[in-house]
């Protein structure tokens, strides 16, 4: 079992940045790919990146590659997604997720209850 909580989210005006934190929960954290994904207002929820169990692979989604990177520290059960040259239109409610490795939902079993993040025009 890993419990999920985000924090750092906040509101930023356009070409700032933000770091969001994801701290988990339980001795098998550093068992799983952890992912970042995240939700618009009436959209659907949709991948961000994610991170390999020991940090040695990474996959962004086309919409934030170059100005994102995810990280992890195993031994601090911890997965930070640093969000530099942001936009408008990356406005939305950003979750973290614990699961194996991959770009869909269904690939993680474990969900947080999200941090907003506002980016100001």
């Known amino acids: 079992q890993v419990q999920l909580v985000e924090s750092g989210g906040g509101l930023v005006q356009a070409g700032g940045s933000l770091r969001l934190s994801c701290a988990a929960s339980?001795?098998?954290?550093?068992?799983?790919?952890m992912g970042w994904f995240r939700q618009a207002p009436g959209k659907e929820r949709e991948f961000v990146a994610v991170?390999?169990?020991?940090?040695?692979?990474?996959y962004y989604a086309d919409s934030v590659k170059g100005r994102f990177t995810i990280s992890r520290d195993n031994a601090k059960n911890t997965v930070t997604l640093q969000m530099n040259s942001l936009k408008p239109e990356d406005t939305a409610l950003y979750y973290c997720a614990a699961g194996r490795l991959g770009t869909r939902q269904y690939d993680y079993n474990y969900w947080g209850q999200g941090t907003q993040v506002t980016v100001s025009s």
């Open positions: 339980g001795r098998t954290f550093s068992r799983y790919a």
């Open positions: 991170i390999a169990w020991d940090g040695g692979y990474t």
